[in-house]
Structures are given as C-alpha cells and as structure tokens.
C-alpha cells in the first residue's frame, strides 16, 4: 500500500475485509517498493512466489482473492 498513514492502513484493511498479508513501508509513492516494481497507479496488486517473482497481476481484490482461493485449494 502506499499510504503514509498507519492507521488508513490498518482501517482500509479492516473496512475491505482483506484477508491477505498486506504490506507498507508508510513512504507513499517514495517507496522503493513501489519504485521496484512500477506501480503507477493504485490499487496495484501483485501475487509474488517465493522467490519474490511477480506470478500475477490481478486488476482488484475479487481477482486477488479468486487466485489466492484457487492457490490454496491446491
């Protein structure tokens, strides 16, 4: 996330129902993170194996939580 604010943070978690780990250096768009990885728009949502490889990029939370769904079943 790229907010700067830890308390948005942890509201926006609780208001969306995120069940996901859910991440943010609280540098906005200085975040290196974000710079890593281009985001140039937000939501951005990225599904990283274990190796840290981008392995989807998901347009928005449901697709998010279709694939983690999917992911978990296996």
Do not use: C, M
């Not at 907010?3 to 948005?8: G, I, V």
């Not at 995120?18 to 281009?38: C, D, M, V």
């Amino acid at each position: 996330a790229l907010d700067t604010d830890t308390t948005e943070f942890l509201n926006t978690i609780k208001d969306q129902h995120l069940s996901w780990p859910s991440f943010s250096e609280f540098q906005a768009w200085g975040s290196p993170a974000a710079k890593a990885f281009h985001v140039s728009a937000t939501p951005g949502f990225y599904l990283l194996d274990p190796q840290r490889r981008i392995v989807a990029k998901p347009v928005d939370a449901a697709e998010l939580d279709a694939l983690l769904r999917d992911l978990l079943r296996q």
